[in-house]
């Protein structure tokens, strides 16, 4: 059984930073690509970044390139988002996904996801 918890998530100025974590347990972890997703009242989920099973590949939204940085450490089985120079419109709750495949491809969606953080930034 696939299970994966978020961390890290809070109240944060515009302009700051925040690093969240998912753990994730079940199955072999660095077979799979991993990815970040967001969802703000009202508005569809988004996604936000991926990384392939290896770590080599990364990819992210329109939204986020060069504020945001997707990272995996296969030996504690663990996804990280770096979050830089947040903007109040960052503000959602962001969830963790896994994926069923080695690489990201856009057409396809997560087979798994955390019960997600919130991250809130103040203007």
């Known amino acids: 059984q696939v299970q994966l918890v978020e961390s890290g998530g809070g109240l944060v100025q515009a302009g700051g930073s925040l690093r969240l974590s998912c753990a994730a347990s079940?199955?072999?972890?660095?077979?799979?690509?991993m990815g970040w997703f967001r969802q703000a009242p009202g508005k569809e989920r988004e996604f936000v970044g991926a990384v392939s099973g290896s770590g080599g590949n990364t990819y992210y939204g329109d939204s986020v390139k060069g504020r945001f940085t997707i990272s995996r450490d296969n030996a504690k089985n663990t996804v990280y988002l770096q979050m830089n120079s947040l903007k109040f419109e960052d503000t959602a709750v962001y969830y963790c996904?896994?994926?069923?495949?080695?690489?990201?491809?856009?057409?396809?969606?997560?087979?798994?996801w955390g019960q997600g953080t919130q991250v809130t930034v103040s203007s």
């Open positions: 079940g199955g072999t972890f660095s077979a799979y690509a």
């Open positions: 996904a896994r994926f069923l495949t080695m690489d990201y491809h856009s057409g396809y969606g997560p087979a798994y």
